[in-house]
């Protein structure tokens, strides 16, 4: 489960009274109890992407649905694993004289750095990289071209911050201006330096980007902890000073490969028609490892397993049991169960199965996620219900299935955090989302097997039973709502002003800027563009991938023109489009 976002309201329907568990109850308990407990062993290694332990989860899962008598195949698609340094020189040379960095102490490459090989580049000091639109600008003043920029890597809440837009607070798009401005290279000072590992976002960009701290950089750029602290104090951006220094590096970074797995299970229909159609149920099997990425639990947590035995062991062993279950059920509809991996990293399981489906898209008429299901609470038992893409009368019609000692807490278009659900409902298919709740344990080494409530989840397991029944033998299922399938927008700063209407594809793809869809009335809509189109030029800008445009959106402003290209196949297709802002 990715980041979190508050639940915003309840129906709620209680009841109380604890029946003692049926025989047939108590055998599902079990089952789940062992699942869980294998796949949270520390023998597992936190599953992380791009571990073997994660390819023998995946044979568990696959074991289990075999053992059913179930048909099951394994779909593998790339990750990056590893990022690590083939080559690598770093120095600085001051009045004092020159100095070789220490990589691993004084300097590190982030994962999505360039390769570079320069000698002797100015160092330019440049406080957070940010530009307010007609305020504060850290770059007025100076010559960032062939230089190598200073910047910090966190940006703090300061008022004069407060319009920065959306998204250019992150690393990346502030990268992506550098890249754009030509610097040489990026220094990003770290608190603490960061390990060499794979990043969030693209696999590269074409600039060379290490990591600081500000000890590390020495005296290098002026008493860099006294700007920052004037900035903090004045609001204003450091004053333009002559370089004092100059930066030569020599870095080639490697990155491998891993193909990670996707379990895909079906269990027929028996409908001769219904068939045709699939019900996804859906968990992602994947984890944090030993944290290296994610983790909540602080640099101390770094290193160790994260079980992920709630986040997602569970919906990983919940979705085995409703198998055993609908099997016996012998829905009208055919059930798809897809146990991914990747989500933890970006929905990228889900999405590469979207793309490369194994079974037809189209076919595929609602799609139910389980993601942290382990959590009932005893005392106060509350589901929480996703409906994203799903029409109200349809969380309606699935809240008569809910079984009288839990509550179900359901929002129709605003479900909790990122999770795989999403994938599909940019693909236009109504989704459920079942989600227990967040607690003080969620994406550290405390997520545990002991802390999961066992008997919690056979109830979950009925209900989820119940849900997907319903769906399976319905003769009309409910159709996609574009108005639920809207997320709620979460703002970082002031407002973005364009809405351009794409609904991008988060994984890296070699061309350009891929779509999973465009959203009604929308001027992406209104151009023509359609799902699977590559977007690669926007006005002036080349674009390589989602930031690339985040940050092309960012220099217009609504009722300009401006020239979009795209590759549709092998065809190059081209519109002019007048943007609108954001209702
Ligand atoms: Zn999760």
């Known amino acids: 489960m990715r980041s979190w976002m508050p639940f915003l309201s309840a129906a709620a329907l209680v009841a109380s009274a ?126 960032l071209k062939d230089r190598v920029v200073v910047i910090a890597r966190a940006v703090p809440d300061l008022d004069v911050f407060a319009h920065l837009p959306r998204g250019e607070r992150g690393l990346l798009a502030r990268l992506k201006k550098l890249e754009t401005a030509k610097a040489a290279g990026v220094i990003v000072l770290e608190d603490a330096l960061r390990p060499l590992q794979r990043e969030e976002g693209p696999v590269k960009v074409d600039l060379p980007v290490v990591g600081m701290t500000i000890e590390g950089l020495g005296g290098a750029c002026g008493d860099v902890a006294a700007r920052f602290k004037a900035i903090k104090e004045t609001g204003k951006p450091a004053a333009p000073e002559a370089a004092a220094a100059a930066f030569s590096l020599d870095l080639k970074l490697r990155r491998d490969e891993a193909q990670i797995p996707n379990v895909v299970t079906v269990i027929p229909g028996r409908d001769p028609k219904l068939r045709k159609e699939f019900i996804v149920l859906g968990a992602h099997m994947d984890h944090l490892g030993l944290g290296e990425r994610h983790s909540m639990g602080g640099a101390e947590a770094r290193g160790q397993i994260h079980p992920g035995a709630d986040d997602n062991a569970s919906g990983t062993a919940l979705v085995v049991e409703l198998a055993r279950e609908l099997k016996k059920a012998k829905p009208r509809r055919s059930i798809l169960l897809l146990h991914f991996a990747g989500e933890e990293e ?68 605003a479900s909790v955090g990122g999770s795989d659900h999403m994938s599909f409902s940019q693909a236009r298919i109504p989704t459920f989302f079942f989600f227990t709740g967040i607690h003080g344990e ?132 081209k519109a002019e489009a007048t943007l609108k802002g954001r209702s």
């Open 18 to 143: 604890q029946a003692p568990a049926s025989k047939a109850d108590l055998a599902a308990e079990q089952r789940l109890r062992r699942d869980v407990a294998f796949l949270a062993a520390p023998e597992l290694k936190g599953r992380g992407n791009g571990y073997p332990e994660l390819d023998e989860a995946a044979r568990r899962v696959q074991g289990e649905l075999k053992a059913l008598g179930l048909q099951t195949q394994i779909q593998r698609f790339p990750f990056i694993a590893r990022v690590v340094r083939e080559r690598q020189e770093a120095v600085v040379a001051a009045e004092g004289g020159t100095r070789s960095l220490v990589w691993g102490k004084d300097i590190e490459a982030l994962g999505l750095s360039g390769d570079a090989d320069f000698k002797a580049k100015p160092l330019v000091f440049a406080g957070y990289g940010v530009q307010v639109p007609g305020g504060y600008d850290d770059f007025a003043g100076l010559d």
């Open 442 to 573: 969620y994406h550290r080494p405390t997520d545990t097997a002991d802390r999961i409530n066992y008997p919690g989840m056979v109830k979950l397991a009925a209900f989820g039973k119940a849900v997907t029944l319903d769906l399976a033998n319905a003769d009309i299922l409910p159709a996609f709502d574009p108005e639920t399938a809207k997320l709620p927008s979460r703002g970082d700063g002031g407002p973005m002003r364009i809405a351009f209407g794409t609904i991008p594809d988060y994984a890296d793809n070699p061309k350009g800027f891929r779509i999973n869809g465009v959203s009604q009335g929308g001027t992406a809509e209104a151009i023509g563009l359609q799902p699977g189109d590559i977007l690669i030029q926007f006005g002036d800008k080349t674009l390589k991938n989602v930031y690339d445009f985040m940050g092309a959106l960012g220099a217009y402003k609504p009722g300009d023109k401006v020239v979009v290209q795209w590759l549709r196949g092998d065809r190059l297709m």
């Open 346 to 413: 970006g929905l990228l399981g889900s999405q590469y199965w979207v793309q490369h489906p194994t079974h037809p898209l189209e076919a595929v008429k609602f799609m139910l996620n389980f993601d942290m299901v382990g959590r009932l609470d005893a005392k106060a038992p509350k589901l929480m219900m996703g409906g994203l893409g799903a029409p109200k009368s349809a969380v309606e019609a699935a809240q008569k299935f809910v079984p009288r000692d839990f509550s179900v807490s359901a929002d129709v278009g």
